[in-house]
């Protein structure tokens, strides 16, 4: 099989079917590049592909499931000739209060949210260190401050942070590694919280929150198309009435 062309450069986007990672598709695909769309819902990725055009392709995986992802990386190597930009956006926030009923809450968010991004980053490593790329891992404002009913998404950002700044260290110079950590942002999120109290107050907080996943994709577009000898490492973005 013939390698594709590498004129243009690929990103890899996970949990591409929403909110912020539909977003940096769009905006990625704007500057020029090609797109690998990651995610389960494979009606909003083949909706989306089609939308973009020549250039974006749908790839249905899970970043829980690391057979998936080999899969993933394998197309995107055939297809479009290996991916110079990953972007770890897939994740979760399921908030509540801390108890043993929100048990199956924390082990999923800490599937999706921190092993999910490790595991991508490591199946999709080889591609994006060839020729130098980007790794853009999104995290939180709760990766720096923890509230209640936020604990374990909080420790899975701080995760984040933390493996994303020895990950930083270790691929200099020739891999970027890239840290964005939104505040409220509106998306869809808060539909899957599962503590209804919770959900309720969430979903109240969130449906007056100013801040687009457009302007957080708008942000990631800038970053990666720095030129090379430069590095943005760390990038946190606040809705200017947000306190914490």
Known sequence: MTTPSKTRRTAVITGASSGIGEATARALRSAGYRVALLARRTDRIDALATELGDGALAVPAD???RDSLSAA?????AELGGADVLVNNAGVMLLGPFSAEQRADYRRMIEVNLLGAITTTEVFLDQIRDGGGDIVNISSVAGRTARPGNGVYAATKWGINGWSESL????????RVTVIEPGAVATELP???THARTK??????YSQVPVTATDIAEVIAFAVQRPRHLVINEILLRPAGQMG
């Open 168 to 175: 930083r260290q270790e691929l200099l110079p020739d891999v």
């Open 63 to 65: 970043v829980t499931d």
């Open 73 to 77: 990386a394998e197309r995107v190597r």
């Open 191 to 193: 539909d899957h919280i």
């Open 200 to 205: 309720t107050d969430i979903e109240a907080l």
